[in-house]
C-alpha cells in the first residue's frame, strides 16, 4: 500500500519486522515534498521509532490472524492456551504474554493476534472480576475518596482500593490500568 493509505492501528512490515503503526502526521518539509512523519512500534520488541515516508512510498501491510483464545492455566514461567474454535493449545511465555497471568482466572477468553502461525500480540479483556484475597479490615465510616489501602487479588495482584472493601468482596480491575473499578453484585 502507499504510504498515503495508511491507518492508524495497522501493521506494517519495514526492513523485515514487524510494527504497528501508532501515529503519523504530513509534514510539509521547507525545500523538498511533503513527507509522512509516522510513529511505529515493534511488535516483538515494543520499542517505538519515527520514519519518514513519502506519499507515493510503498509500504508492505502485514495481515494479522485474531483469534479468539481460551486462558487455562499457567506452570512456572509456561501459560497455556487454547483456541475457542478447533481447540489447539499453545504455550506463550512470560515475554510474550506480559501482564496476563495477573489478571487472568482459568476459562477467561482473550484476543491472540498471530502472526505467520507466531502468536504477536495477545490482548486482555478491557477488565476482569476478581476476588480480594487479603486486605486491611475495613474502615466504618470511611468515604473520602483519596483514601485507599493495599489488597491482594486471587490471581496476585495487588491493587489498591478503598477502605471500605471487605476481604471476599468481587472486584472489578481495569486491565490496561491495573486500577479498582467498581465492586461487582453476585
Known amino acids: 500500500m502507499k504510504a498515503s493509505e495508511m491507518k492508524k492501528g495497522q501493521t506494517v512490515i519495514v526492513d523485515g519486522k514487524l510494527y504497528a503503526i501508532v501515529d503519523y502526521q504530513h509534514v510539509k518539509l521547507g525545500k523538498g515534498g511533503a513527507v509522512f512523519q509516522t510513529k511505529i ?3 516483538e520488541d ?3 521509532q519515527n520514519i519518514r515516508l513519502r506519499s507515493e512510498e510503498i509500504i508492505e501491510e502485514a495481515y494479522l490472524d485474531k483469534r479468539t483464545y481460551e486462558y487455562l492455566y499457567s506452570a512456572g514461567d509456561e501459560h497455556i492456551l487454547m ?3 478447533n481447540y ?3 504455550s506463550l511465555d512470560d515475554d510474550a504474554f506480559g501482564d496476563g497471568p495477573k489478571y487472568l482466572k482459568p476459562n477467561t477468553q482473550l484476543q491472540v ?5 507466531k502468536p504477536v500480540v495477545v490482548t486482555l479483556p478491557n477488565a476482569v472480576d476478581l476476588v480480594v484475597t487479603d486486605t486491611a479490615p475495613e474502615i466504618k465510616g470511611a468515604t473520602a475518596t483519596n483514601q485507599y489501602k493495599p489488597a ?3 490471581t ?9 472493601i471487605k476481604l471476599g468482596e468481587l472486584l472489578r480491575v ?3 490500568t491495573g486500577e479498582y473499578v467498581t465492586r461487582v453484585k453476585e
Open 88 to 90: 489447539d493449545q499453545i
Open 152 to 154: 491482594t487479588m486471587e
Open 83 to 85: 483456541d475457542c474454535e
Open 41 to 43: 512500534k515493534g511488535l
Open 156 to 164: 496476585g495482584l495487588v491493587i489498591q482500593v478503598p477502605p471500605f
Open 113 to 117: 493476534s498471530m502472526y505467520n502461525g
Open 46 to 48: 515494543g520499542l517505538t
Open 174 to 176: 481495569d486491565t490496561r
